[in-house]
Structures are given as C-alpha cells and as structure tokens.
C-alpha cells in the first residue's frame, strides 16, 4: 500500500514504514526496464492488502478443509472463472503461490520422478524451473534441453524436433524468461505428438501479451499452461496453470496438497481483480504499446551500434550483446543503475561467463509502458542508456545522463 495507507503501521513499525517509503520513492524515480516487473494497481494493491489474509482455506471452493470459507469461496470462484473467460481455456486453478509454484504443480501433474523434461537452456533464455540441476525440476525429472541455433540465435524447430525423436520426453516445455521471439506452438505441439510426449508452455513472461492478441496463443495447442500475474498482466505476486478439464483434478491435488498448503486468500482476489482489468479494452491497447516500445527501443540500440541478440525482438523484451563494447552485463548494469536506470544483466545466447558477469543485458518495457511511456520516447531513453554505457568512466556525462533520466521518467508519474 501507498504511504497515504499506511497509519496503523506507522504507529508500530517505523522501520518497515521506512522500507516501503524508500522504495515507492525508488518506483517514482526510476525508470525500470526490468522485463519482469510491472506496477500494480491501486485496486490489485487494495485486495492484496486486504483482511483475506487471514482466512485459511485449504482445499478448493466448495470443498474446503476449514468452515467459514463462503467469502473466500466467492472470491476464489471468480479468479477462476475470470481466468478460464479471459484465456479460453476449459479449466484453471489459480492457487500456485508464483511462477515457480505453478510450474511445479504442472509437472507433477505431467510427470513421475525420473522421468524425462524437454526444455529450454538456461543459457539460451530458459529458467531455472526448467530443468536446472539447482532447482528441484532438475533434480527430481531427467531434464535434456534444446537451445537456440548459434547462428540465427532464434529457435530451430527441426532441431527440437531430432532432439525429441533421440531424448522421448514424456513432457516438452516452451517459454523462457529472456527469448526475444514469438513462439511457435503449433510446432511445439507437431514435436510434442510425434514422441507423444505432453506439451506445457511456461507464459508467465508472455501472458499478458496473449491476452493483448500480440503474442501467439499457446491455450490451443497445449496441454497445460503456467503463468504469473505479476509481470505481463500487472497484476499481484502470483502463479496459475490453465488446462483441459481431463487433467483438472490431477492439477488440483498437484497444488494441493501436491506442493503448497492453505492458499493465499488475499493474493487470489487481487488476481481477480487483475484479471478482471485485463479484460478491459484498454489492457489490449497496453500490450500492443508494450511491443510497439520494446521495438521503437531496439531499434535505437542498434543504431546506436549495439548488437541485438537474433537481430530484434517480437516481444516486449531484447537482449543486447556487449562483447563489442568490451564491458560486462555487470558492469552494464551498475553503471545503468547509477544513472537511475534499472536494468539486468543477462547471460546472451551460449555465454561464456559466469551467470553474475554475462555478456548481456536483457531490456524490458512493460513497466515503463504502465508509466504511459509510448514509441516516440523510446528515442531519448535509448539515447541515455547508449551515452552511459559508451561513457562508464565519465562522471561528467554520468551526471548529465542521471539529470535527464530523472527529467524523462518525472513526466510519468507514478502512484
Ligand atoms: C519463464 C519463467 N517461468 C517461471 C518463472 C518463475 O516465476 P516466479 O519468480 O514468480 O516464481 C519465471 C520468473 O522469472 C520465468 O521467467
């Protein structure tokens, strides 16, 4: 909640109080292009930080472990159903505490342990829920992964395909959290058939933009979905899984009492409420601006000589390519960072650095499209990102950068 909103805890708790000024201070006065944040509402904070807190209610509407669920109930019942309306999908269970959670109820659903994932390399765009020997997916499933072709830095479908017909997965993922192009589902879903293997498309970076109709549709073609709220659909924290009615209540009792415990009453109205926001007209307008910028802002990188990874982007995310400038994805974004510019390094495509160096950085522009940002000021803010990063090591033009930053993004109030 806002600072306007915060008089009971501020009578208690200074100190938290102060960690929540400080940081709506940071939101106002930088411009994020952290392609996986996105501002909130008033009305998504309201709900998230509403008294549904505190109800228990383990299980599902109308079959709760706890009495006293009838209001929950009615609040659960409409994510879910506002969730099936807005992707037009048969069923969908709306309790997967994030992304993470999400894509573990999807596969336990899928899979026994042991057996074979198909999926996207780390270092190609993927996530660690995607078969990471440091996340539980790659520890408890054989996980084998494609990556992008080393030319065209794009994915080849007859690749995966080989790679399918060899591995016999009995589960193949598509989604990534840093692959700038749009995927191609009816391909995944040729491959995932041709091994009989179940298909699930990992959307929690693109969901919003389906919703917008600017980003293919994986519902039709996929056995389950997973997403979040929290970035695309700016929405709360929070994960869900979209599927067929034949898998419902496997899904269901993967989350719970598969993966999580009581659900997060309060965090289920807000994706109500986001959901509800993302069916407006205005939420389409929002993500085909979302694309329109992460374009208009790719294209002023490369005319300003920096190399896009697979030469451009159809999503609402690029990733650039350092080498040439001779500086890490580190020192990128610390030096970002200290013009008012939020960013993050990112490993590009094969990286031969460590994941806390990279070659990369990964620009996103769902957060500043929020800020009604629009195409013709992606010119000025490539502008200041192209002059900091071309003068690390010159505080005077850092200075100029940090005034002009501050000057950009205080025309797009926040909160
Ligand atoms: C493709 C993808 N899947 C899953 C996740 C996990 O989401 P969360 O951080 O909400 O657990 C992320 C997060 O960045 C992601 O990019």
């Known amino acids: 909640m806002l600072e306007s909103h915060l008089s009971a805890l501020e009578g208690f708790d200074r100190e938290v109080v102060q960690a929540v000024r400080m940081e709506l201070e940071r939101e106002r006065t930088r411009i994020n292009l952290i392609a996986s944040e996105n501002y909130a509402s008033l009305a998504v904070l309201e709900a998230q930080g509403s008294i549904l807190t505190n109800k228990y209610a383990e299980g599902y509407p109308g079959k709760r472990y706890y009495s006293g669920c009838e209001p929950v109930d009615m609040a659960e019942s409409l994510a879910i159903e506002r969730a099936k309306e807005l992707f037009g999908c048969e069923y969908a269970n709306v309790q997967p505490h994030a992304g993470a959670q999400a894509n573990m109820a999807a596969y336990l659903t899928a899979l026994q342990p042991g057996e074979t994932v198909l999926a996207m390399d780390l270092r190609c765009g993927g996530h660690l829920t995607h078969g990471s020997p440091a996340n539980f997916s790659g520890q408890f499933y054989r996980a084998v992964h494609y990556g992008v072709d080393r030319r065209t830095e794009m994915l080849d479908y007859d690749a995966i395909a080989k790679l399918a017909e060899v591995e016999r997965p009995r589960l193949i993922v598509a989604g ?224 100029w950068v940090r005034a002009e930053a501050r000057d950009l993004i205080g025309n797009f109030p926040l909160y």
């Open 176 to 399: 990534a959290s840093a692959y700038p192009r749009a995927l191609d589902f009816e391909a995944f879903r040729r491959i995932a058939d041709s091994v009989e293997a179940k298909l699930m498309v990992d959307m929690a970076h693109f969901g919003g933009l389906v919703v917008g109709g600017v980003h293919p549709d994986p519902v039709p073609h996929s056995d389950f979905v997973t997403g979040t709220t929290h970035k695309t659909m700016r929405g709360p924290r929070g994960g869900f899984v979209l599927t067929k009615d034949e898998h419902g209540a496997a899904l269901d009792a993967a989350v719970f009492p598969g993966a999580q415990g009581g659900p997060l009453m309060h965090v289920i109205a807000a994706k109500a409420v986001c959901f509800k926001e993302a069916m407006a007209p205005e939420f389409k307008a929002y993500q085909e601006t979302i694309v329109a910028n992460a374009r208009a802002l790719c294209d002023k990188m490369a005319s300003e000589g920096f190399r896009i990874v697979s030469g451009g982007t159809e999503t609402h995310l690029f990733l650039i390519d350092l080498t040439q400038q001779q500086i890490s994805g580190r020192q990128a974004q610390d030096v970002l960072e200290s013009v008012g510019i939020t960013a993050n390094m990112n490993e590009i495509p094969y990286d031969d650095t460590p994941p806390t160096v990279t070659r990369g950085i990964r620009l996103g522009t769902p957060a500043v499209t929020t800020r009604g940002m629009k195409p013709e000021h992606m010119d000025a803010l490539g502008g200041l990102i192209s002059r900091a990063l071309k003068n690390m090591n010159d505080d005077s033009v850092l200075d």
